[in-house]
Nanobody
């Protein structure tokens, strides 16, 4: 069994900061990419940021310069530091990973349950 446990969401005022964490556990041989996606009410899920094992990152255009993704490979954990938050950042944020359960199994795509981020005064 594999789990992604997200934490750190909540309510913050515009201009504020939040840090999300996502820890993977269970039967995991290796994690390749980890990332964050978000979905606002009535909108499609969109990319926030991804990071591979080597630390190469990719960001959605709307968060570049404000959000920073990082990871701890030893702890199978990914973080998202969100600064200068705007009301339009309000969404459910989902953690994602591309992983292998065993060396002999194909790569899989796994999602967390999501954590709510609300930016409002």
């Amino acid at each position: 069994q594999v789990q992604l446990v997200e934490s750190g969401g909540g309510l913050v005022q515009p201009g504020g900061s939040l840090r999300l964490s996502c820890a993977a556990s269970g039967s995991i041989f290796i994690i390749y990419d980890m990332g964050w996606y978000r979905q606002a009410p009535g909108k499609q899920r969109e990319l926030v940021a991804t990071i591979n094992r080597s630390g190469s990152t990719n960001y959605g255009d709307s968060v570049k310069g404000r959000f920073t993704i990082s990871r701890d490979n030893a702890e199978n954990t990914v973080y998202l530091q969100m600064n200068s938050l705007k009301p339009e950042d309000t969404a459910v944020y989902y953690c994602n990973m591309i992983y292998q359960r065993l060396l002999s199994t194909p790569r899989g795509n796994f999602w967390g349950q999501g954590t709510q981020v609300t930016v409002s005064s």
